[in-house]
C-alpha cells in the first residue's frame, strides 16, 4: 500500500495524525496500519461521528416522556396471564422447527473482560456440578428441542446456529467449537460470522491511535448485526435453507430458552414480522430499557431517557406502567430481516458510548485516562423495532428464563459467575418439585418446597438437569415422581447421580 496516497485520503478526511509514527515502527506494524487504512472508509466514518454527536446532544436535551405509551394488552402475551394459550403456542413453535424453518441467531459478543478473562465469554464455565460452559449449555439446548420436534411431529429437522463473534473473539470460538465436536450439532449447521469493527474517535472526530502503529478499534455494537449480515452473504444462507423465522439472542443469559417455540408459535399466530421477549420490570429504579410506543412507534427507551416520575408511574393493577424490561431476546421474519438489511440499516443511527480510551500522545508515549477522553459508536440490535409493520411482546418469568452473566464475582454481587450458577440450580430445583421429586437434607429430612426467607443467604439446593434430558422442565415424572434426592443432584443422559462430599 502506498504511503503516499493513504496520506493523500487521510488529510482529506482530516485525519493525517494516523501516520505520524509511520517512520518509527517495523515493517509489519507499518504494513499492517497501512492495510487497516486502506480498508477504512474514512469519509464515512466521519459521517457517522458528526451525526452519532448531533443525535446524542439531542438525546441529552430531551426526555422522551410525554411521548411515551406503554405496550397495549392486544400485542402482548404472558406466562403468567394467557396461561390457556400457552400449549397451542408452544405446538406451533414446535411444528415450525420440525419443518426445519426456524433457525438461531447468537450474538456471542467479545471477551470477557469484565469477567476476569481474555476469551469468549460463551467459553465461561460458571461453576456448575457439570462444569458446562454457556456455549455447551445452549448447543444441547437446541439439540433437545430438535428431538423434541422430530418426536412430535415425527420429522428428522434441524436449527440452523448462526454465531456472530468479534473480530478478536473469531478465531478462538471457532477453534473452541471445533475442539469439542460442535457439542454433537452438524457442523455445516453452526456458521460463524463477525461483526463489524470502528475506530474509537476523539471528541473533535480524530481517530484514535492506541499505539504507535495501531488504530484503536471497537465492535459496532449489538446493531452491527445487521451490516454483518449483509456483508458477509449469512441472509443469503439463510434463504438458501428456506428458513422463515429467525431467534436472536446474547450469549450471557444462562436460562435462555434457545429458539423457544412458545415464544415462536405466539409470533406466528399474531402474525408478528418482528417480536421482543421482555421480562417484568418490578423496580422503577432498575437501569434497565423497557420496550415501549414512542410518537406511535415501538421503541427501547433506557433508564437514562425518562425521568424518575415517569419511571414511578403504576397501572391500576399496581404494575409499573412502563415495566416491559428489555432482555434483548428477539423474533424476526426472514422477510423481515432481510428488509432490515437491504432498505432500513443505512437508516439507523450510531449511539454514543463515552469511554476511557488508552491512547499514544504527541512524544509516542501511551496514555492511560482516568476519566472518558473519546467515544465508541455502536448501533442496537433493538433499533429497528420501528420499522415492523406488526409487532409483539412476549412476556416471561425472570426466575425461569433472565439471569445475564455480566461481572466476576469480586465486583458487585449482581449478574455475575455466583448468581447465574444459583439462577439455574434454582430453577431445576423447581423442575424436580414440579414434576413430583422431593430433596431430603443430611438427616433425611424433607427440605421445605419454599426455602425459608429468614436468611437471605440460603443457597439453593444443588441440582443440575442436562438439556439433553429435558429443555424446559418436560419429561421429568418418570425419572423424579414419588423418589427423595440428597443434594447434590445430577441427572443427565447416563442416569441420575447423587453427589455426596466424599466422593460419588
Request: charged content about 25%; hydrophobic content about 35%.
Amino acid at each position: 500500500m502506498d504511503v503516499k496516497k493513504v496520506n493523500e485520503r487521510l488529510t482529506a478526511a482530516g485525519q493525517s495524525h494516523l501516520l505520524q509514527f509511520i517512520e518509527d515502527v517495523g515493517e509489519q506494524e507499518r504494513a499492517e496500519l497501512l492495510r487497516d487504512l486502506g480498508g477504512m472508509d474514512l469519509q464515512e466514518i466521519n459521517g457517522f461521528f458528526h451525526n452519532a454527536m448531533k443525535v446524542s446532544d439531542h438525546i441529552k436535551q430531551e426526555k422522551v416522556d410525554e411521548r411515551m405509551e406503554a405496550v397495549p394488552r392486544e400485542v402482548l402475551g404472558s406466562v403468567t396471564r394467557d396461561r390457556d394459550r400457552l400449549k397451542d403456542w408452544e405446538k406451533e413453535g414446535l411444528h415450525r422447527i420440525s419443518q426445519s424453518k426456524v433457525a438461531v441467531l447468537l450474538l456471542a459478543g467479545g471477551q470477557g473482560t469484565r469477567l476476569g478473562v481474555s476469551y469468549p465469554k460463551g467459553m465461561y464455565d460458571v461453576g456448575l456440578p457439570s462444569h458446562k460452559t454457556l456455549f455447551q449449555i445452549q448447543a444441547e439446548r437446541i439439540l433437545k428441542l430438535q428431538r423434541l420436534a422430530d418426536e412430535r411431529f415425527k420429522t428428522k429437522c434441524s436449527v440452523p446456529w448462526y454465531i456472530m463473534t468479534s473480530g478478536r473473539t473469531m478465531d478462538s470460538t471457532k477453534e473452541f467449537f471445533a475442539r469439542h465436536n460442535y457439542f454433537g450439532l452438524k457442523k455445516e449447521n453452526v456458521i460463524f460470522f463477525q461483526q463489524g469493527m470502528l475506530p474509537a474517535m476523539d471528541y473533535e472526530g480524530k481517530i484514535i491511535l492506541e499505539g504507535k502503529g495501531k488504530i484503536s478499534m471497537a465492535p459496532d455494537g449489538n446493531g452491527g448485526l445487521y451490516r454483518a449480515l449483509g456483508s458477509q452473504h449469512i441472509v443469503d444462507d439463510m434463504e438458501r435453507r428456506e428458513i422463515g423465522y429467525i431467534h436472536v439472542y446474547c450469549v450471557d443469559n444462562i436460562l435462555v430458552k434457545v429458539a423457544d417455540p412458545t415464544f415462536i408459535g405466539f409470533c406466528v399466530q399474531k402474525g408478528a414480522d418482528c417480536g421482543a421477549k421482555v421480562v417484568e420490570k418490578t423496580n422503577p429504579t432498575e437501569p434497565v430499557g423497557v420496550v415501549c410506543r414512542v410518537d406511535g412507534r415501538y421503541q427501547v427507551v433506557e433508564y437514562s431517557e425518562i425521568t424518575l416520575a415517569t419511571a414511578e408511574k403504576r397501572s391500576p393493577d399496581g404494575r409499573l406502567m412502563f415495566n416491559a424490561g428489555n432482555i434483548a431476546n428477539h423474533f424476526f421474519t426472514l422477510p423481515f430481516l432481510r428488509d432490515v438489511v437491504n432498505i432500513y440499516e443505512p437508516q439507523l443511527q450510531h449511539h454514543v458510548a463515552q469511554k476511557k480510551i488508552p491512547y499514544v500522545d504527541m512524544q509516542g508515549r501511551l496514555i492511560k485516562p482516568d476519566k472518558p477522553n473519546g467515544i465508541k459508536m455502536e448501533k442496537f440490535v433493538f433499533d429497528i423495532f420501528q420499522f415492523a409493520k406488526t409487532f409483539v411482546v412476549y412476556e416471561v418469568l425472570r426466575e425461569d428464563e433472565f439471569s445475564p452473566l455480566k461481572n466476576a464475582d469480586s465486583q458487585n454481587g449482581k449478574d455475575n459467575p455466583t448468581t447465574a450458577r444459583h439462577a439455574l440450580m434454582s430453577l431445576h430445583h423447581r423442575w424436580v418439585l414440579t414434576a413430583g421429586g422431593h430433596f431430603i437434607d443430611e438427616n433425611g429430612t424433607r427440605v421445605p418446597a419454599i426455602p425459608s426467607l429468614k436468611d437471605l443467604t440460603d443457597l439453593p439446593i444443588k441440582c443440575e438437569i442436562s438439556p439433553l434430558v429435558s429443555y424446559g422442565g418436560e419429561g421429568l415424572e418418570s425419572i423424579v415422581k414419588g423418589r427423595e434426592f440428597h443434594p447434590t443432584l445430577i441427572i443427565d443422559e447416563t442416569g441420575v447421580h447423587e453427589l455426596v462430599k466424599n466422593g460419588i
